[in-house]
């Protein structure tokens, strides 16, 4: 669901393409449920309207919590499945389901530790949670089986404690088999035991529907369509040939009375915001300040006081277990700085690289689920960072390049607007009218300014060629998106300050005046036009405004 929260451009245009043709699960990664803060309002109001604009067959997200103190962590924490964390998520859900106007749907996730407090197992807590707020579950049958395998759990005993009508519809997937752990990367084909467990659970839940989940090393179609053939066949065999039409899934309206429940016992007025069960939110903060901000293969065996945290007794030890997600933190942050810097990854050598993406993380963590913000202070930092390697240019050059290439990514993402005017519109202003001109603009539009040409570098970059040493040269860039398309223009900087403060409301004059006066003019009309030509103005206002 995050890929497509607030988001414009060919992307949305994709979904809504395909939303005509397919049926289309929301699926989320960022809701973190069990968080110690609730869910942001913003992002609450996001996936409401995106669910109303797909018209999804389920919306779903995962039982973890993903954050901490306004932290996130771009990743799936584990919970402590205790009576307090039930009660706590209960009310969490009913809020959710109650903003988003439809039933939720929660993942059973990959674990690699468990909580020494745990008073039940994840099946029984699923099976206490659906009951009393009449929620789903999305049963992962790969996740199942590497947690079975990781922590030691009976699958079989698990999915005898899940009744059918909670169960809506299954993932199956492949993962990654190392000497001392499974880990779910969904980069592999299903393997033969997630097969088998597959089958019993299809006999189980013959109603629930199966979705085959592929992220990484993505084989060709034909691959795909093996397995999913697959999935058809076992799940015929295994119900007879019974097909069923519909997954089965409540309707949104059927809540049941034991989610109102609840709140009372927890000793809550209706209405009111529970906050995170003390014992719970310290399990969380020792948790979280084990987890961030250490190096790759960081040994938590090192630090004391594991063992009364987290249970010893299991097939992965809770070390190891730690480190799979004090490791995913920080490659995960570097992956995603990579992928919206790839100009800046691919000039700086590896290892400056990932220095660089762990001291940044450390000193602007992500505060949100959307990576495209995360990069937002990127180029001041790397304008004062000590790289070990000498690149030929000042740090300014790659400072640069950061903010161009930040520029870019928050246009190509940003929210759609009406057309725009063109630039004929321009010459109907009558000259004596210019002086109060007014100009609003596309959200997808940003003034870039830079003291080296870093446009070539991005380019050279984006073919997969080594880029050349940029050019000093004091200049801008009217970065636009239209139909689609992508544009990074030069322009003159005093046409780009007058842009700048016409963007923050001035009048023609008034931004002339702060760009240079007289000499700014004809750059500054210049430069709207330009504007209008790649579909970044949206209206002209020339009348006078009163009082000025």
Not at 3 to 24: F, I, M, S, T, W
Not at 193 to 200: C, K, Q
Not at 443 to 455: C, M, S, W, Y
Request: charged residues 20%.
């Amino acid at each position: 669901s995050e890929n497509y929260l607030g988001v414009g451009g060919p992307r949305r245009a994709q979904l809504e393409k395909l939303r005509a043709d397919h049926v289309v699960a929301l699926h989320g990664v960022s809701l973190g449920i069990a968080n110690d803060l609730p869910p942001r309002e913003d992002y609450l109001a996001a996936l409401r309207e995106l669910a109303d604009f797909v018209a999804p067959a389920f919306v779903s997200d995962h039982l973890c919590w993903t954050g901490f103190a306004g932290r996130n962590s771009h990743d799936l924490l584990p919970i402590a499945y205790s009576g307090e964390v039930l009660a706590f998520v209960c009310e969490r859900v009913e809020r959710v389901q109650e903003a988003l106007g439809r039933r939720l749907l929660l993942e059973n996730a990959t674990a690699y530790v468990a909580f020494r407090t745990d008073e039940m197992s994840e099946a029984e807590f699923f099976d206490a949670l659906c009951q009393r707020t009449g929620c789903g579950m999305l049963l992962d049958v790969n996740n199942l089986y590497v947690n079975a395998k990781n922590l030691g759990i009976d699958p079989t005993r698990a999915l005898s404690a899940l009744r059918p009508e909670h169960v809506a519809y299954l993932h199956i997937a492949g993962h990654a088999v190392l000497p001392d752990v499974r880990i779910d990367t969904h980069g592999a084909d299903v393997p033969s035991e997630v097969w088998s467990l597959y089958a019993d659970v299809v006999r189980r839940f013959p109603e629930a529907h199966v979705m085959l989940e592929r992220d990484d090393a993505i084989p060709p179609l034909a691959g795909l369509v093996r397995e999913l053939e697959q999935a058809r066949a076992i799940w015929h065999a295994t119900n007879a040939g019974t097909q069923r039409a519909q997954a089965a899934a409540r309707p949104d309206s059927a809540r049941p009375e034991a989610a109102r429940a609840v709140t009372a016992s927890v000793g809550e007025a209706p209405g009111a915001a529970i906050s995170a069960p003390s014992l719970w939110a310290r399990q969380q903060r020792d948790f979280w300040q084990r987890c961030v901000d250490r190096p790759l293969r960081f040994d938590h065996a090192t630090k004391p006081g594991l063992g009364a945290l987290l249970d010893s007794a299991r097939p992965v030890t809770a070390a190891r277990g730690l480190r799979v997600y004090s490791d995913a933190y920080t490659a995960n942050l570097r992956s995603a700085l990579a992928a919206n810097f790839p100009a800046l990854a691919r000039v700086l050598d590896p290892r400056d690289f990932s220095a660089l993406a762990a001291s940044y993380a450390a000193s602007f963590p992500p505060m949100s689920h959307d990576y495209a913000s995360f990069g937002a202070r990127l180029a001041d930092f790397v304008r004062d960072f000590a790289f070990a390697n000498d690149y030929g240019v000042e740090n300014q050059a790659l400072a640069d390049l950061a903010r161009l290439e930040q520029a870019q990514l928050e246009v190509q993402e940003a929210p759609d607007d009406a057309l725009g005017v063109a630039p004929e519109a321009l010459a109907a202003i009558p000259p004596d009218a210019w002086e109060h001109a007014q100009f609003r603009f596309a959200r997808a539009q940003r003034v870039v300014f830079a003291a080296h040409d870093v446009l070539p570098t991005v380019h050279a970059a984006a073919r997969g060629e080594a880029p050349g040493r940029p050019q000093q040269s004091r200049l801008a860039y009217l970065i636009t998106r239209r139909a689609g398309a992508l544009s990074s223009d030069p322009i003159a900087t005093n046409a780009a300050c007058a842009l700048a403060a016409l963007a923050d409301g001035a009048s023609f004059a008034e931004a002339c005046a702060k760009a240079g006066g007289e000499d700014a003019v004809e750059p500054a009309i210049a430069a709207l036009g330009l504007a209008c030509a790649r579909g970044a103005v949206l209206e002209i206002t020339s009348a006078p405004q009163r009082g000025r």
